[in-house]
């Protein structure tokens, strides 16, 4: 099956620096969403994408799909202590069984 | 705001033993799905359930595994004789679209 890998695996920065996680193909991805996991927490989804270059916003969060659509990046602008957890990319396979990438865990310093 | 909920939130159970993991799915939602997170790894999906029966599962849903609906609200997850790699936090999840809503989880404990 298609496999999407998801870097860095790990990324630590200070609070109000940006952070960045990417997602790549190595095929052509009919659309992929993403997905937060905080600490201890359950899968809360963020957002879907499906056109060739979409890019979309939710205020310091900015999602990209890439124009061949094999790869997706999420960015936060200015983090803060709440965007701390795990940040997964997630293909749709067949109706609607979701595969997760490994994903990112993001750790702040206040 | 709707919400799935999952109980128990914590299960430990000896090897050989079954168990039901359950779950209210939001009410109007039509999919229904079970997945599973090993400490520390990605989430891993199980099986999903639509209009009273399974429409797709992975190879970790074994014949020891099943699902059932027993009535309009809840959705279970049955493992007749769980192993040590059973080990794990299970998630179900529901949707009627794209958007798939996790609940809480129940952390299953093998000894």
């Known amino acids: 099956g298609q496999q999407v890998m998801q870097i860095p695996q790990y990324q630590h920065v200070q609070e109000g620096e940006d952070f960045t996680t990417y997602c790549n193909s190595s095929?052509?991805?009919?659309?992929i969403q993403w997905y937060k996991q905080r600490p201890g927490g359950h899968p809360v989804f963020l957002i879907q994408l499906v056109k060739s270059g979409e890019v979309k916003k939710q205020k310091r969060l900015t999602f990209q799909f890439g124009e061949a659509k094999k790869n997706s990046s999420l960015h936060i602008t200015a983090t803060q202590t709440t965007d701390v957890g795990t940040y997964f990319c997630v293909r749709i396979q067949g109706a609607q069984k979701l595969v997760f990438g490994q994903g990112t865990r993001l750790t702040i310093n206040p | 705001e709707p919400e799935v909920t999952q109980t128990p939130s914590h299960q430990v159970t000896q090897m050989g033993q079954e168990v039901i993991l359950r779950c209210v799915p939001i009410s109007n939602h039509l999919y229904f799905y079970w997945y599973r997170q090993i400490l520390g790894q990605k989430v891993e999906f199980l099986v999903s359930f639509y209009n009273n029966e399974i429409s797709e599962k992975s190879e970790i849903f074994d014949d020891q595994f099943s699902v059932e609906r027993p009535d309009g609200s809840n959705f279970t997850l049955k493992i007749r004789s769980t192993k040590l790699e059973d080990s794990a936090m299970y998630f179900c999840?529901?949707?009627?679209?794209?958007?798939?809503?996790f609940g809480p989880g129940t952390r299953l404990t093998v000894l």
């Open positions: 095929t052509t991805l009919s659309n």
């Open positions: 999840a529901s949707s009627e679209a794209n958007e798939q809503f």
